[in-house]
């Protein structure tokens, strides 16, 4: 827990090379255990990134969710920080200067954002996109207002685009479903699925072909046909939607006794180009 802003902490923070790196070897500027969280911090493993991401709010998880399943996304860096911003000349009024020192310690203020994000360019070449998390009601606060405005003066300098999302733009039934498929988009720990993955594929895709059945169906007569411990008829299911080759209707609540009809089922394809869900654009 972070008890007071300064320059302890600050060098500290550099010397763990906090806010540098880019894919597995990236470091949250801000981690779990620095600071009391107004929801719930989530540590997570990231597919896309192949390391553990920090997350600092229940929003923060669901928009990390969006983006781990999103087929444009190359990179995820939480909580970055802008550690050249006092070094980009950036225009500012009184009022905005009081906000780039710490009061108590004058120490300056590194400035954070949610996510800095990296996608696939059509071209080939990387882009980013500077995204804050915030409850909408945050936003009546001047001060947060205030701050937002430095952050987005310093990606406007940087030729970064830079947004804001609150809970209004973030569908939490289709975030909470996504977050469920991808808890089995690694299924190495479960050696008789992986050792039968291609028959046991080949017959998951046969069998919800029959739109009437149900999802419990499905998976209860895969199990009972390869001789699997009950559960791992829907994990095999969550992991070919986690990896792109089953796509449903993520919108909806999820019953497993409700007909597969319901949810427009259909199969996409090993690294199909399914990419309904995406968001941050």
Not at 244 to 256: C, R, V
Request: proline share 2%.
């Amino acid at each position: 827990m972070i008890r007071e802003w300064n320059e302890t902490t600050i060098n500290r923070f550099l010397k763990e090379k906090r806010g540098q790196g880019m894919g597995k070897d990236y470091k949250p500027w801000l981690q779990v255990q620095d600071i009391a969280s107004k929801g719930r911090s989530t540590r997570i493993f990231g597919h896309t990134t192949q390391r553990v991401h920090h997350l600092l709010s229940d929003l923060q998880l669901y928009y990390f969710y969006f983006l781990e399943f999103d087929n444009d996304v190359a990179d995820i860096r939480e909580q970055y920080p802008l550690l050249d911003f006092h070094d980009m000349n950036i225009q500012v009024d009184e009022e905005l200067t009081k906000k780039l020192f710490d009061k108590k310690t004058q120490v300056p203020h590194i400035f954070t954002v949610s996510f800095l994000v990296t996608r696939k360019g059509e071209n080939g070449e990387p882009y980013y996109q500077a995204r804050i998390i915030k409850q909408s009601h945050e936003l009546e606060k001047s001060a947060t207002l205030q701050r937002i405005e430095l952050q987005r003066r310093y990606f406007e300098k940087k030729g970064i685009d830079f947004g804001i999302v609150t809970e209004k733009e973030i569908n939490k039934q289709l975030a909470r479903n996504i977050g469920w498929v991808l808890n089995s988009y690694d299924i190495q720990d479960y050696p008789i699925l992986t050792s039968n993955l291609v028959h046991l594929k080949r017959d998951m895709v046969q069998c919800l072909s029959n739109k009437y059945d149900t999802f419990q169906g499905v998976f209860s007569r895969l199990e009972r046909g390869y001789s699997l411990d009950e559960g791992l008829g829907l994990i095999l299911f969550k992991h070919l939607i986690a990896n792109k080759e089953i796509s449903m209707d993520l919108t909806k609540k999820i019953y497993l006794t409700s007909s597969i009809e319901n949810y427009q089922v259909e199969v996409v394809g090993k690294n199909g180009g399914d990419n309904r869900y995406a968001v941050g654009h």
